[in-house]
């Protein structure tokens, strides 16, 4: 792989676009998905600099989460804001890790993002429904790092 924005297909950047689209639609909450090639260190750690960097902890509610994959590395985080953390049980974060994982070991990447980004909304919408004020505070694009 010559460039980390061709990870994923162009199709399948669409369709993991339009599962964002789709989850925020019924929620106040903002998901980003995130790929750099490698992680030094925690996987967990490089999440949470990312969404600061991101400047996903400054949405109203603190509903923001972030799915970051570091590609050559093999390594994936799921890091959820304060306003979300406070509500979700106390293993959903790696109950969706462990989906997400299970897709990736039989080389379903863009298909396990998917599915995370889904259960992630569904999430998002029994804490924070969507409220006709709502602004869709940032961007659904993937990012990507280093």
Known sequence: MKNINQFFSKTEQQ???EAIKAAEKDTSGEIRV????????????RA???FGRLKMNKT???NGVILYLAVKDRKVAVWGDQGINKQVPENFWQDVLQDLLLSFRDEAYSQ??????RAIG???????PYQSDD??????DIS???
């Open 15 to 17: 369709a993991i676009l």
């Open 34 to 45: 995130h790929l750099e090639n490698h992680c030094k260190g925690d996987a967990l750690n």
């Open 48 to 50: 949470i600099h990312w």
């Open 60 to 62: 109203a509610a603190h």
């Open 112 to 117: 396990g993002v998917i599915t995370a980004i």
């Open 122 to 128: 569904l999430k998002l919408k029994e804490l924070f």
């Open 135 to 140: 602004k869709d505070e940032l961007s659904n």
């Open 144 to 146: 990507y790092g280093s």
